[in-house]
């Protein structure tokens, strides 16, 4: 079994090295004065969640909706040579639950050494906690005004297993080309994935499942034409993840494949993503192994008026296993309703920037099936409701 004790950038251990590392450039940075080239920024988000059946993010379900999904994160860049870019930001996030998971903690933190940087081509090279890169908002899904809508499309950009997609220990590689009508960007990385709240989002909590990640790698190949007019992206990933349950111990992997479409023409675009993912796991205790292949894909306008204001149209879609996309078998075997196994969901937006550090947005989504629900909102998935209807209203603040 895959140890992920031995990855010299585990959580635990990430902190205290970036820590060294950026006490180690200090002297070189007071000397030469670069403390002019600190950067802090910060933002807030709140959101009211309300729906007719089922709980998302908090108990949506009562009367007066639910107040507990919170954003609130604040991070800082400092260049302490001209080719060397120490970042991080802290994070503090709820998302239902009992607010115990909204403890702060490192979102991300690098230092970026780029030994090439120039007109044509930039080479760098990334060592600590990163964001992963693959599809097109994970890597900014945390700052609100960087979204084009206050939940992301479900079926590619979970928020039930976010800290798993989120970022991963290690170190990553990227590499640019600048061509005459376009560029290409390549970004690839080996780490630990973080795991943080995992166990009891991909199994009860009453299971008792302990989670941990392992060596994962990703990557992703980016090509941007005629200054973003046009971007198709590529993404791919081998994800493992260690499971422990009592003395039995297990493995699960995690392999998902992501095509990016977009199409900006600066008042509208024409957004696409797809994906494939293969999910196996071995015999865990009493839990048989399996191995199954999801898909997922969504496409999604967005229209730009009065300046200040974007609507939003999306169809996201979303199937557990391809060989049951109805949940038929998976009801039949007794392991829980059909609609658990998918979700379809069509979703209308509406975003005002009062200005550059205020964002008003609602939304509204007309869902069916119950595939992407969080499972700390519906422990029981016998008991939630095929079709169901949630609205959201999101105040966003940055400085």
Do not use: C
């Amino acid at each position: 079994m895959r140890e992920s004790k031995s990855s010299p950038w585990s959580s635990r251990r990430s902190r205290p090295v970036l820590l060294a590392l950026v006490l180690a450039w200090t002297p070189m940075a007071v000397a030469e004065g670069v403390m002019e080239t600190l950067q802090v920024h910060g933002f807030l988000s709140q959101a009211l969640v309300i729906t007719d059946h089922n709980d998302f993010f908090g108990p949506s379900s009562s009367s007066d909706g639910s107040l507990k999904y919170t954003e609130i994160g604040a991070n800082a860049s400092i260049r302490p040579r001209h080719d060397v870019l120490v970042a991080a930001q802290i994070l503090s996030r709820r998302a239902g639950g009992d607010g115990s998971e909204a403890r702060p903690a490192l979102d991300y933190g690098v230092i970026d050494y780029q030994p090439l940087s120039d007109q044509r081509r930039t080479l760098g090279i990334q060592v600590g906690r990163f964001k992963n890169p693959f599809g097109f908002y994970n890597q900014t899904r945390d700052v609100a005004f960087t979204r084009p809508s206050i939940l992301l499309p479900q079926s590619i950009y979970f928020d039930r297993t976010r800290s798993l997609g989120l970022s991963a220990d290690g170190v990553s590689l990227y590499a640019e080309e600048r061509m005459q009508h376009g560029t290409l960007r390549f970004t690839g990385g080996v780490g630990t994935p973080t795991t943080r709240d995992l166990d009891s989002q991909l199994y009860p909590a009453q299971l008792g499942m302990d989670v941990s990640g392992s060596t994962s790698s990703i990557a992703q190949l980016r090509y941007e034409h005629s200054g973003g007019r046009f971007t198709a992206a590529l993404s791919a990933a081998d994800v493992n993840l260690d499971l422990g349950l009592g003395p039995s111990e297990g493995e699960l992997n995690f392999q998902p494949w992501i095509l990016s479409l977009q199409y900006d023409k600066e008042r509208w675009a024409l957004t696409g993503e797809y994906a494939l993912r293969q999910v196996s796991t071995t015999d865990t205790g009493p839990l048989p192994g399996s191995d199954v292949t999801g898909e997922s894909w969504y496409i999604q306008y967005t229209r730009r008026f009065l300046d200040d204001w974007q609507w939003l149209i999306r169809y996201d879609s979303l199937v557990s296993d391809r060989d049951d996309r109805s949940g038929q078998a998976y009801e039949t075997q007794g392991r829980g309703p059909s609609h658990a196994r998918y979700a379809d969901d069509i979703t209308l937006g509406l975003q005002w920037r009062i200005n550059p550090r205020v964002l008003v947005a609602a939304e509204y989504h007309h869902v069916n099936g119950t595939g992407w629900l969080p499972l700390r909102d519906e422990p029981d998935p016998a008991e939630t409701q095929q079709r169901w209807n949630m609205v959201l209203f999101q105040l966003s603040l940055r400085f």
